[in-house]
């Protein structure tokens, strides 16, 4: 059983990773906090980005009790999809490194951020969620993970928690220190958002391919 867990926990970190530590993600948690109501913007972004996180890892996850409840281990198709994954992630990262010089800056969609009222922050964290094809892709193998990884009901709960709060970090943290401490984090969360614009094509394209070498491991691995 502890070998079930450590396994199961080793493939869900770094599709959590891959979640969190995208600039895409982090961006535009920054930005909503230089809306002109901060503190209620944020949050509701944060709000919107959990539930959609949270509703889409679970739909995959009663998915998964679908298709393979039967089977004492993960299916090979499961498998096969996170070697076809992984490869692809290495491939984008290479290329976006390629090409970074010509990605210095926010694209304009994501500086709209600055404006949303509280509602339209929790529909549009709510909708990233959805419409991110790398986010989208890591729920569907995190809850199949979690439903073939015969853990039962408590377990599949305990670990599809720990793969949201990993997923969500780098959105809750900025948004919960803000609600804090407030105007104080006007001037770093400026400075964080200044150094990000420089350097997020740099930070997508490296957090890409490191991630992409693990996905690609765990799925060979599980093919072995």
């Known amino acids: 059983m502890t070998d079930s867990w450590v396994s199961l926990l080793a493939t869900l970190i770094p599709l959590a990773l891959v979640v969190s530590i995208s600039p895409l993600s982090v961006i535009p948690a920054v930005l909503v906090l230089q809306t002109p109501r901060p503190r209620p913007t944020g949050l509701a972004f944060l709000g919107g980005w959990l539930l959609g996180l949270v509703v889409l890892t679970a739909v995959f996850v009663e998915s998964s009790d679908a298709l393979s409840g039967l089977h004492n281990k993960p299916p090979v198709w499961a498998s096969w999809t996170r070697v076809v994954l992984g490869l692809a992630l290495i491939a984008f990262g290479i290329y976006r490194w390629l090409n970074r010089e010509g990605h210095s800056e926010s694209p304009k969609w ?20 959805v419409v991110r094809v790398e986010v989208l892709t890591m729920c569907a193998l995190a809850g199949l993970a979690i439903g073939s990884g015969n853990l039962g009901r408590p377990g599949e709960l305990v670990t599809g928690a720990i793969y949201i709060a990993v997923a969500t970090s780098t959105v809750a943290i900025p948004v ?9 984090l006007d001037a770093p969360m400026a400075r964080l958002k ?4 420089r350097n997020n094509a740099a930070m997508l394209a490296v957090v890409l391919v490191l991630i992409g070498g693990l996905v690609l ?6 093919l072995l």
């Open 176 to 184: 919960l220190a803000y609600a804090a401490a407030g105007h104080r």
């Open 194 to 197: 200044e150094w990000m614009d």
């Open 217 to 222: 491991y765990h799925g060979v691995d599980a």
């Open 110 to 129: 994501m500086r709209s951020f600055e404006t949303l009222t509280p509602a339209r922050a929790a529909a549009a964290g709510s909708i990233l969620v």
